[in-house]
């Protein structure tokens, strides 16, 4: 038997692997560098600078002994009265400096061309390991439940299965699997919030047993679901601070993910990882390479 992957699982990337580099105005003044700090000092009488933490204040120049430095933002105030607060004669220019900071290693090099940056990544990608062949067969079982919860058990229904497994006993059975419950009449029944139920009730049987502590619901836990959650989901997923997300079918439509990135929102105060998982095509006809017996 070949173990030909059943999906190709790829991360979606989080809102800040997207970003472009954009820019913006300083004055800059180039001085020699034993006078850096006399100018730094005085820059502390100029407006401060506003979201450029990330900019590194002084920059090697051209000839060797001397720096450039950063003095304000070009929005701030007009050059005629900044030379005003400037010792006569120094020499100001404007320069573009990036407006945010570099989050992946390629903009780090791309920014820090345009001017020196520092570059701290978010601890979500620091932490990113690549899934092994392990965790892509534990993966490829789960999605496989979620489809048997997709298949048995909706007639009627809309076609989604959700399964939620904790990846730190990965050969255990999940710890929940639903179906989408709409056609029961209550609109709010989805898979994910079905399943999200399950996960509530056995935390409510845990909690009445003695020495039981109370963390969040999902807590480090997997979520497998067919198809790429809603909105109402995703946001359930947030609060209940699920560890990834696994999903088969994309929704650009209708989807947390593809429409608002509900995964890795800056704005949100929690993360998930998120993959999508796309069929693998079929492997090549067995004749096509393999030597006969
Ligand atoms: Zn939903």
Redesign the pocket.
């Given at each position: 038997m070949t173990t030909h992957p059943a999906y190709s699982i790829d991360r979606v990337p989080i809102e800040e692997e997207q970003q472009t580099l954009t820019t913006e105005a300083v004055y800059t003044a180039r001085v020699p560098v034993k006078q850096t700090s006399a100018m730094l000092k005085l820059c502390q009488r100029l407006p401060p600078l506003t979201n450029l933490a990330h900019i590194k204040r002084v920059r090697a120049s051209q000839p060797a002994d001397a720096v450039d430095v950063v003095l304000c933002q070009c929005a701030k105030i007009s050059l005629d009265a900044l030379q005003e607060k400037l010792p006569e004669g120094t020499a100001v220019s404007t320069h573009q400096v990036p407006m945010t900071m570099p989050y992946t290693r390629a903009q780090f090099d791309e920014w820090k061309a345009v001017w020196p940056v520092t570059f701290r990544p978010p601890l979500q990608l620091r932490e990113l390991q690549p899934l092994d062949p392990a965790e892509q067969a534990y993966v490829e079982r789960m999605l496989a439940l979620a489809a048997a919860q997709q298949k048995e058990m909706c007639s009627g229904a809309r076609r989604?299965g959700v399964v939620v497994a904790d990846p730190r006993s990965p050969e255990e059975e999940p710890v929940a699997q639903a179906c989408d419950m709409r056609a029961s009449g209550n609109p709010l029944r989805?898979?994910?919030?079905e399943c999200i139920g399950q996960v509530a009730a056995a935390e409510l049987r845990r909690r009445k047993r003695p020495a039981a502590d109370a963390g969040y619901l999902c807590a480090g836990l997997d979520v497998f679901s067919t198809k790429e959650?809603?909105?109402?989901?995703?946001m359930?997923l947030v609060h209940s601070r699920v560890g990834r997300l696994f999903f088969v079918d994309s929704d650009a439509a209708g989807g947390?993910i593809s429409r608002y990135a509900l995964h890795a929102r800056k704005a949100l105060n929690h993360h998930f990882t998120t993959y999508h998982c796309r069929p693998a095509p079929a492997s090549a006809p067995r004749d096509a390479a393999a030597p006969q017996p």
């Open positions: 989604v989805h898979a994910v919030m959650p809603c909105v109402m989901c995703c359930a947390g």
